[in-house]
């Protein structure tokens, strides 16, 4: 595949979201597996997106290193123009720890801040490893508001992209469990047996288009991502079979 170095810069950290988050205590160690995974690098990509052929507005997704070895994925939303009012704001976070092979993302603790018009609305979760279970607080429904089991292997959304761009393969199947803002569904993935030659910015990749049906819940979810880019070079989301929003790679830089 095509393979753009990354740029080293210093770049101060984009979101200020995490502040809302309280750090937990150290928990268990994470559980082992049996083969080591490529490691993490600090990345921060920018995106522009899409509703079908209408631009949105921006993205910028990062990977950031935090004290105690964790780590911090977030991803912002700003909408332009009359899209700003319509709700296309929105900002998410994860903090996580890494096993020692690479090949379990483990959150800790999460937060969602999305605006639309005038108003506003935070979520914040803690995902408590010792007693294997997350609960979230804030602005969340009833039906959401319960504790949730945790199960070795469950990750936020923006985890489980970590997590594709690390596991997939040509024509390789994905399973995930996705336990985010008080929701636990099962992700399955299918990876793509061969390549798409895909454009972004300036750059052009050979990609994997990696595929996620929700059936029950109407949603599906669609990535392209390329061997060395640490980031999904594309993200396209549906619902009932219509675009939600289509998140199209700009740059990516390292960052340290």
Not at 145 to 170: E, F, K, T
């Amino acid at each position: 595949m095509t393979r753009i170095r990354p740029i080293t810069v210093f770049a101060a950290l984009i979101v200020p979201l995490s502040s809302a988050i309280a750090q937990p205590a150290t928990p268990a160690a994470a559980p082992a597996a049996s083969e080591a995974q490529a490691p993490l690098e600090p990345f921060v990509a920018q995106y522009k997106v899409y509703k079908g052929t209408r631009e949105l507005g921006d993205a910028t997704l990062q990977l950031v290193r935090q004290p105690g070895d964790r780590w911090r994925v977030d991803l912002l939303m700003r909408g332009a123009g009359v899209f700003r009012i319509a709700g296309v704001h929105a900002d998410q976070s994860t903090v996580f720890d890494v096993s020692a092979t690479g090949k379990t993302y483990r959150p800790l603790t999460q937060a969602t801040v999305r605006r639309l018009a005038f108003t506003r609305r935070q979520t914040i979760g803690l995902y408590d490893w010792n007693s294997r279970s997350a609960h979230w607080t804030g602005d969340v429904k009833a039906s959401r508001s319960r504790p949730v089991a945790l199960q070795p292997g469950d990750m936020s959304g923006l985890l489980i992209n970590l997590a594709v761009i690390r596991d997939a393969a040509p024509g390789k199947a994905l399973h995930y469990r996705f336990v985010d803002d008080g929701r636990v569904r099962d992700h399955q993935y299918q990876v793509a047996g061969d390549v798409e030659s895909m454009g972004a910015g300036d750059m052009r990749f050979d990609t994997l288009r990696v595929g996620r049906t929700g059936h029950a819940h109407g949603d599906e979810t669609l990535l392209w991502v390329a061997d060395g880019v640490p980031t999904p070079v594309r993200i396209l989301q549906r619902e009932n079979g219509q675009d939600t929003y289509d998140l199209r790679l700009v740059e990516y830089k390292g960052i340290q």
